[in-house]
């Protein structure tokens, strides 16, 4: 138990933890995103499975530092261009992002006027619903495994304690698990913010098969282009919220006015 008074092994801890939540923000809103296509009976339940998920892969990975390094060696060749398993995993993983991305902006801002009035629930809307709800559970994991990959050799570079890296990874799930349910119900309130995280998740498939050929493009630049984007609709969202309550008090004053004429 002396390594628990060692103050280096708490400071990578922290560290490692503040990395991984970081690096978990494209995955919760993915998962969150996927989530709020479903029932809202089934959200809950497919978010905590969908983390549950990013914790399983990531441990598994970690427990398995040799082959997950291994993949970093050259598979074959492309034009001079040298391809692992990692580069093979991160370009497939992007381009499943970027198709998912871009079909739910589609959704969102083309066909949203598809969606019909709510109806009964028959039999087969449920069996429907559930077929949904592990299609979406699929999604998650084939992404998860994606973000892990990444997350862990991440981990790997900073840390060299195995037990430090798992501690690192169950608190930043559980810190995602909290998170993960405002979150949803933030982007499910704001359809601009939604359009906004779908950007955000292209520029993130964007930058994974970008990756997959060895060219690196800062996640920092990704994130503070996201912030910005977001300071910006936050204030949107204000100033829409202002008009609001300014148009309701000018209504309920005209009515009342024309009450008392």
Not at 177 to 191: C, Q, T
Request: glycine fraction near 8%.
């Amino acid at each position: 138990m002396d390594f628990l008074l060692d103050p280096n092994i708490w400071i990578a801890f922290a560290m490692l933890t503040a990395l991984e939540i970081v690096l978990g923000i494209d995955n919760i809103i993915f998962i969150s995103i996927l989530v709020g296509r479903l029932p809202p009976h089934l959200r809950d339940k497919a978010r905590r499975l969908g983390l549950g998920f990013a914790m399983v892969s990531r441990l598994a990975l970690l427990f398995t530092l040799s082959w997950v390094m291994g993949l970093t060696a050259d598979l074959f060749t492309v034009l001079g261009q040298g391809i692992s398993g990692r580069d093979l995993v991160l370009l497939f993983g992007g381009l499943f992002l970027l198709y998912k991305a871009s079909h739910e902006i589609f959704v969102e801002v083309e066909a949203h006027e598809q969606d019909g009035p709510p109806v009964t629930e028959t039999a087969e809307m449920k069996a429907a619903g559930q077929r949904l709800f592990w299609a979406i559970i699929g999604q998650i994991a084939i992404i998860d495994i994606v973000f892990s990959l990444d997350s862990v050799i991440t981990a790997v570079g900073m840390v060299d304690q195995i037990g430090v890296m798992v501690a690192a990874v169950v608190t930043s799930v559980g810190v995602m698990l909290v998170a993960a349910k405002p979150i949803g119900d933030f982007v499910d309130r704001h359809p601009s913010v939604k359009v906004l995280a779908l950007a955000f998740l292209v520029m993130v498939g964007m930058a994974l098969t970008a990756e997959a050929f060895d060219q690196e493009i800062p996640k920092g630049y990704i994130y503070a282009a996201m912030c910005f984007s977001l300071a910006v609709e936050a204030l949107n969202i204000r100033a829409r919220s202002k008009r609001q309550a300014l148009a309701k008090s000018e209504s309920v004053s005209h009515s009342h006015s024309k009450e008392l004429s």
